[in-house]
Nanobody, 123 residues
Framework: QVQLVQSGGGLVQAGGSLRLSCAAS????????VGWFRQAPGKEREVVGA????????YYGDSVNGRFTISIDNNKNMVYLHMNSLKPENTAVYYC????????????????WGQGTQVTVSS
């Protein structure tokens, strides 16, 4: 099973940018899709976006479309979530999760999660 290590995140002012990283160890991501999710206090985990490693096809949730971008670095075996024009409502713990099949937006169909990284956006 792919082991995931997340990095990035932190505190940023509204309108700022952050980049989250998701690294795979033990195996490559090449056979997987990777989803990005977030969970705010008192709320359910929701999908932010996802990418198919093989064809780089992406999905973005409506609330982040146009502001967030997912990219892949094949050489480093990493997936990134680039977040621009951040808003206070984007404050949450962000998670990455791979799949052996093409991405899906159903959170319940992911079962291998990174450790999560806190993103806090101040107004």
């Amino acid at each position: 099973q792919v082991q995931l290590v997340q990095s990035g995140g932190g505190l940023v002012q509204a309108g700022g940018s952050l980049r989250l990283s998701c690294a795979a160890s033990g195996r490559t991501f090449s056979a997987h899709a990777v989803g990005w999710f977030r969970q705010a206090p008192g709320k359910e985990r929701e999908v932010v976006g996802a990418i198919n490693w093989s064809d780089s096809r992406t999905y973005y949730g409506d609330s982040v479309n146009g502001r967030f971008t997912i990219s892949i670095d094949n050489n480093k075996n990493m997936v990134y979530l680039h977040m621009n024009s951040l808003k206070p409502e984007n404050t949450a713990v962000y998670y990455c999760a791979p799949r052996v099949e093409p991405y899906t937006t159903y959170v319940s169909r992911y079962d291998n999660w990174g450790q999560g990284t806190q993103v806090t956006v101040s107004s």
